[in-house]
């Protein structure tokens, strides 16, 4: 599932908007300070994930019987952000729809492949990267 996020095509196979934007994303580890929200809608934009935020923004009403059952609508996933350690990002960027933050050692399948489709956007901070490769080689 890793390995997914680094390929072009999955991500894009995947339904997320990736037209302009150069995959992997890597961030320098100053992004991991980052504590307002706005500030890290201002930088996604910039890297061209403009369209990808308007997707996900858009919630429909389920088809089914989850309606009643407390599971009214279905929103999209957006980009997975992740980070080597949280010096005020989660807060940050946890209000933005779609969007998920994860330090490198939490992360597991269903993060990285939501269901079970493999080839999520993701956005990676070099503290991250060098954690990865530290922990599993590389």
């Known amino acids: 599932a890793i390995s997914a996020t680094f390929n072009r095509d999955m991500v894009a196979n995947r339904g997320h908007e990736v037209d302009c934007v150069s995959i992997p994303i890597i961030f320098e580890n100053k992004f991991e300070s980052i504590g307002k929200t706005k500030d890290v809608v201002k930088i996604l934009k910039a890297v061209g994930l403009e369209k990808e935020l308007k997707r996900c923004e858009e919630k ?3 088809a089914g019987r989850g309606k009643m059952r407390g599971r009214r609508y279905i929103k999209k996933k957006g980009p ?27 992360l597991n399948v269903r993060t990285l492949a939501p269901g079970a489709h493999p080839g999520r956007l993701t956005v990676w901070t070099k503290s991250a990267i060098e954690t990865l490769i530290k922990n599993f080689g590389g």
């Open 80 to 106: 997975l952000i992740v980070i080597g350690e949280d010096k005020g990002i989660v807060n940050a960027a946890k209000n933005i729809a779609g969007v998920d933050v994860y330090r490198v050692d939490e």
């Open 60 to 62: 429909k009403v389920r």
